[in-house]
């Protein structure tokens, strides 16, 4: 989160902010529980790396090791840095 936050304040960084699920965690097409569940919920530990977020939802890409699989929206307070 903080890499998005440098980013709106106009400092680069180019590294990554890659989270986990901290718990069995739902996919969503947009920022809130009014959109649609994208797939199955994501098991606890799946990783992700953020690129945006809206309020206390995070856009991610979600992982498969190191390969992305799904792009999404998952709420910050399921997810831990890592």
């Known amino acids: 989160m903080d890499m998005v936050r440098s980013r709106i304040m106009g400092r680069e960084d180019d590294s990554e902010e890659r ?9 969503r097409s ?3 529980t ?9 098991p606890k530990g799946t990783g992700m790396i ?5 309020g206390v939802w995070l856009s991610v890409i979600v ?7 799904d792009t999404g929206w ?4 399921f997810v831990r840095e890592v």
């Open 74 to 77: 998952v709420h910050s307070h």
């Open 19 to 27: 989270v986990e699920a901290s718990a069995v965690l739902n996919i």
């Open 63 to 69: 992982l498969d090791g190191d390969e992305p699989t």
């Open 34 to 42: 009014g959109f649609d569940k994208i797939r199955a919920p994501l």
């Open 50 to 54: 953020v690129t945006g977020e809206s």
């Open 30 to 32: 947009g920022p809130g």
